[in-house]
């Protein structure tokens, strides 16, 4: 059972992802296509990449032709700021968004859900915008261009047009599709119910005039995210053309396994599952060698006739993720399936993986200070074409150039579509009461039955994926 806030196999056996990707009804990577990210890039691809831990996508193959067109995108992705410390799961998806950001040279916008956190758990709102800001020192930590990166706060953020990309979301939506997408029930308090719009708007880029302009399609977006988000930007995609939106692509992780073994999500109440980022070196020694479950063999005996089981083995599974040298991973699994190298020295190669990956983060994380967050934060306009490419010097023009543009929006940034596009837009969405062709009217009334069949179909789909 995969929801945004629940993640469960069934007893004992790991979370079947096939079935995850066919129920939700998007696509794996496969080989050709991290090629093509290579080819396109002209960076070799991210070990999460290479090694499957980021293994679906909605899209992605669109964004990759776009790009090569020479058309624009910018990725969105998030977090909710639940607890203080974070673990090692939470920060992959940050690294591999910095990956992204630094191969593709493209912008960044990073949703901190305080209200969502607050809704959810048991916190006060201002104790979820404490920890918006506490996490936004560990997002930092992992590198991201301030040039090219915004971080925003709901709470904070919302009286801008994030607030009206949210309202016009909201009103395509009905009770009974969330009901049918997310699994609310009568007990779901109001705001729970009403969120999910809040995490779709950062996927069109006119929420953030002063990174992207006003336009809705002055740019595509790409997500990178945890596949227990699936939902929401289904949600999303569904709703963008009536909008007059892109739909999101994705690029869809699977769930870092915890230290006692794949059967669900690290979580960070559960401090024997978990490495925190914050531990120190003593404590990463004890957590792995009393808690990672081993694949290995009940006595050595055994283990050298047998050899340690690498499809259960928790050390092997995060050497995959944290050990950039292939030839050595390849050698660590030849040695440990063969039974030539024991449980105790797979975890010993690990405890030495992962002590320095700790160490840097707690000393990036030191370095942010808070006027670090508040530039980050800033909505202060940017330069749009220095967000792109390797434009990153024309940044520097921001200061003078300032004054020539409208306040508030980024300098030199795609004006709002057009009169034609506009005129699609008006039509696909009926607002502000414009006339419709009849022939328009109709070919309408055509594409929202057959989104509307469509829809059913895969809430049927995710209804029954989620019982
Ligand atoms: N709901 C996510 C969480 O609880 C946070 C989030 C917001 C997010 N926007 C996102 C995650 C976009 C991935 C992509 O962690």
């Known amino acids: ?42 960076v070799r691809a991210h070990p999460f990449l290479r090694r499957g831990m980021f293994f679906a996508h909605r899209e992605l193959d669109i964004i990759l032709d776009a790009y090569e067109r020479g058309e624009k995108f910018y990725l969105y ?40 956190k607050f809704l959810w758990k048991d916190l006060t709102l201002e104790e979820c915008g404490r920890l918006a800001r506490e996490n936004a020192k560990d997002i930092i930590a992992c590198g991201f261009d301030p040039k090219r990166t915004f971080i925003f706060s709901d709470v904070q953020y919302m009286s801008t047009p994030l607030y009206q990309n949210m309202m016009k979301i909201a009103k395509c939506v009905t009770l009974n599709q969330v009901r049918g997408i997310f699994g609310f029930t009568g007990e779901s308090n109001i705001g729970q119910v009403g969120f999910p719009p809040t995490q779709a708007a950062p996927s069109f880029p006119d929420c953030f005039p002063h990174m992207f302009g006003e336009s809705k399609t002055s740019l595509r977006c790409l997500i990178p995210c945890a596949i227990d988000q699936d939902p929401y930007f289904r949600m999303t995609r569904d709703v963008a053309p009536r909008i007059g939106g892109y739909k999101p692509a994705l690029i869809e992780s699977r769930f870092f396994p915890a230290l006692k073994g794949e059967s669900g999500k690290m979580s960070a109440s559960d401090a024997t599952s978990a490495i925190y980022v914050t531990d120190t070196p003593k404590e990463i020694k004890s957590k792995v060698n009393k808690y990672a479950f081993s694949g290995g063999q009940l006595t050595v005996e055994d283990h050298r006739r047998l050899g340690g089981d690498l499809n259960t083995d928790i050390s092997w599974k995060w050497l995959n993720f944290f050990l950039d040298d292939d030839e050595e991973l390849a050698k660590i699994g030849e040695e440990y399936s063969s039974g030539r190298m024991l449980s105790g020295e797979i975890k010993a190669k690990l405890i030495e993986t992962l002590i320095p990956i700790c160490q840097g983060h707690q000393d990036a994380r030191e370095k942010v ?64 009461g414009g006339q419709m062709s009849k022939s328009q009217m109709k070919k309408l009334l055509k594409e929202q039955q057959i989104a509307e069949k469509k829809r059913a179909k895969a809430e049927a789909k995710a209804a029954a994926a989620a019982n």
Request: aromatic share 6%.
């Open 77 to 116: 992705t998030g977090r909710g700021p639940s607890s203080e410390s974070l673990h090692l799961g939470h920060l992959i998806p940050f690294h591999f968004t910095k990956w992204l950001q630094d191969a593709f040279k493209v912008p960044l916008v990073i949703q901190l859900t305080d209200d969502e």
């Open 369 to 432: 200070t808070e006027e670090t967050i508040d530039a980050f934060m800033s909505t202060q306009p940017r330069v749009f074409a220095s967000l792109f490419g390797d434009m990153g010097d024309v940044a520097g023009a921001l200061d003078e150039s300032v004054s020539n543009s409208k306040p508030g929006v980024a300098i030199g940034a795609p004006e709002p579509e057009g009169p034609m596009k506009k005129q699609q837009d008006k039509a696909q969405t009926g607002e502000d």
């Open 1 to 42: 059972m995969v929801t945004p806030w629940d993640v469960e196999g069934k007893d004992g056996e790991g979370i079947d992802y096939d079935k995850l990707v066919r129920d939700f009804g998007c696509s794996t990577i496969d080989e050709k296509m991290i090629e093509r990210i290579e080819r396109v890039t002209g």
